[in-house]
């Protein structure tokens, strides 16, 4: 019988992110009748305990900014500004927005409300130049928005078989499969925080998807969650240790971040009986160690992008590098058999459809995790003397976090596959048709203006 996939989710607070996008003012001209309290549905304005005939001062930080309470108010006793300590988080990329979407999503386990709209800017850089189709939005009769529980979100880790050949004997290949299309990083920013470990393998455990795990992080403490494992180890370093169960692991990476060897590389893969990752930062590396894809010998292709989506080498945005690196794989024509994943820049719940529409398998969570659990995206971090201290939290409150957040940023791809009328995210990877790039019309309408022989000149 037919059973629904279902994340549990649970709210999950913590008291060091009670930072207001606003802050909500109330003057003497108050005449404490309460009509602001009737008005806002966010508990936003309460009546002293101690004194009911009073108003106490506004709780700015459950403001969703819908602006009821001013606009109910007979004497014009409230008003609202922005936060100056909420305007100080995160960065260009980590926008405070973006900041306080996740904070959110993580303790509600859904995508948050904002009374105002979304005011924000419809083009920029990275993933705010890709629009996603959503033609069938409009039609609802058709698959369109409605059995959104019938569309799958599963997606295979590993090495697929084009055909087989004998079936007496089919070697099925070494294959994961994973509830969703997200995978988790224990070790974002380079923590090695023995709680974020705990929390994040359990959230990976929870919503059926896999976490990779530093070896020099493993623990005996990680063997009822180490069937969500992936293991990573510098080439290196894989299989040094024989205190890690390699043996266990359901899939290996192997990191390719600095100079190696073909032959040490090719040495390393021959013994590995599971699924195997190569994990690389320079997408020029992907040229040299493309014969072992062809070979077999390796099943996954991992890049990895900075926090905030670009490539160390040229500045290339992830979406752009999983974009060539899909088409080469679909030129050589074993882009069915290999899976291709990117981590880096996941800000959103609206980058990961935008990711798979690029090539990407699957994605990679990294720092919005840090920022589920309350991380403020400090300008320099400083675990020990961390504003939000995470090392503090409870790792079970953490793990629920992860938890919603995900859960949340499923709901956002159940949503986009339904305005799509796609019910399978496998069949989104590398639709680039279902989406609009920026750079592309714009070459499409202007290039000949531009161009050095064209008809304006």
Known sequence: MYERYHITTAPAKVPSIRIGKLTITRSDKCLNCGRCKTACIYDVHKREEGDARKMAEPVSDLCKNCFTCIQNCPQQALSMELNPVSEGLGNAYWTPHIIHTVWNEAEEGRLPVYGAGYGGPFKGEGFDAIWTDMSEIVRPTRDGIHGREYISTLVDLGRKLPYISDLTNPRIPRCLQSRVPVLLDTNP?????????????????????????DAKNYSPALEPYFGSVILRAPLDEVGSDPAIPWDRAKMIELLLFSKFSLTALRSALDPIPVPISLGIRDPRVASAIFPLFEQGRADILHFYADSCGKNSGDGAFVSDVLKKLHRDFVKSRRRDEITLIGSGGMAAAEHVPK????????????????????????????????????????????????????????DQLLEVLSAMGIRDVRRLRGEMGRALFYEEIEKEAFGFIFEEKGPAR
């Open 189 to 213: 920013l380079d923590l090695n925080s023995k709680e974020i470990v705990l929390a994040t393998v359990g959230a990976a455990q929870q919503v059926g998807s896999f976490a990779f795990l």
């Open 355 to 410: 990711l798979i529409i690029c090539g990407a398998d699957a994605v990679v969570l990294d720092l919005s995790l840090l920022v589920a659990m309350g991380c403020r995206v400090c300008r320099e971090c400083d675990f020990e003397r961390c504003p939000a201290d995470i090392a503090g939290l409870d790792p079970a409150v953490q793990e629920q976090r992860l938890v919603n957040m995900i859960s949340a940023w499923r």
